[in-house]
């Protein structure tokens, strides 16, 4: 397993090893161990999976609140995205920067987001199925999300007319005065 440092603080891309031959390919696509390793850690206690199935569609700017933000493992399985978690931690040196990742079927990334991050994706190719793994079980009155559109965050999508949820066109702009979602704290 390989641990690539993203330019934001504290996102991961991790390639896992993959065994090769005539009759296909072989890899671990998680390894509690090797991530400790790694000086992550992390323990899954869900995991979830979401289908799309048009090229452009845009699943996104997600996260989860309070006691039960969420850290996550996310990867594609098949198809391809561009995944993009964006730093939300008031204090943190990458405050309000965002990392962008390829991740396919393909290349078999996967990208690790700490909590206090908000996440999401658009697709690159038709019938893409992206799965994730989250520290944190997911609860519905602790959700949040941000515009994929934010200018202040201002995520390169790489598309201008994506097919996006009624829920995410109408989510709310990111307002860095009332942004309480989450502190920063430095690591001892």
Not at 16 to 37: A, C, I, L, N
Not at 86 to 107: C, I, Q
Request: net charge negative; glycine share 8%.
């Amino acid at each position: 397993m390989n641990v690539i440092k993203t330019d934001v603080l504290d996102v991961y891309i991790i390639e896992p090893q993959v065994f090769g031959d005539k009759r296909g390919w072989f890899m671990e696509s998680w390894s509690q161990r090797k991530m400790e390793e790694a000086g992550l850690f992390y323990s899954f206690v869900q995991d979830n999976q979401s289908f799309s199935s048009v090229k452009g569609t845009i699943r996104g700017i997600h996260f989860q609140k309070g006691e039960h933000c969420q850290a996550k493992l996310v990867r594609c399985t098949k198809g391809s995205v561009l995944d993009v978690a964006v730093d939300l931690r008031k204090g943190s040196p990458t405050y309000k920067k965002w990392v962008s990742v390829e991740l396919s079927a393909d290349n078999k990334r996967q990208l690790m987001i700490p909590r206090g991050f908000g996440h999401g994706f658009v697709t690159l190719t038709d019938e893409v199925e992206f799965l994730y793994k989250a520290d944190n079980y997911y609860c519905f009155e602790s959700e949040g999300s941000i515009r994929w559109n934010d200018p202040t965050i201002g995520v390169d999508w790489g598309i201008d007319s994506p097919i996006i949820s009624d829920k995410d066109a109408n989510a709310p702009m990111f307002d860095d005065e009332k942004n309480e979602y989450f502190v920063y704290e430095v690591k001892q």
